[in-house]
């Protein structure tokens, strides 16, 4: 929405973090410029329309990440399924093996 504002010359407010529980009002003037934090204590400058860029790309690939991280826990749960059933199967084994050693 900031990039619409800046369109149209208008000045905008908006709550931003200054720590993990302060929060503060600010107004920002029209601008065509924005700075990203990258992470790893990197900020860089970028023109609205490259940010904007820059972020669907990100939003799009962790969309896809998400997608397969959801795939891969649903494999993980099937085998964790799987895995305990063979644990069962083993414990029965072996107390049915037990108890029929005792009885002898």
Do not use: C
Not at 8 to 25: C, I, P, R
């Amino acid at each position: 929405s900031s990039g619409i504002n800046a369109e149209y010359g208008e000045e905008f407010q908006t709550h931003f973090m200054l720590s993990d529980q302060v929060h503060a009002l600010a107004t920002v003037p029209p601008t065509d410029k924005v700075f990203l934090w990258l992470g790893a204590n990197v900020m860089l400058e970028y023109t609205i329309d490259e940010a904007i860029a820059l972020l669907t790309k990100n939003l799009n690939s962790a969309t896809v990440n998400a997608d397969q991280l959801e795939d891969d826990l649903g494999y993980l749960s099937n085998q964790i399924t799987t895995m305990e059933v063979n644990m069962a199967r083993v414990y029965n084994w072996d107390f049915k093996r037990r108890k029929a050693a005792a009885d002898k």
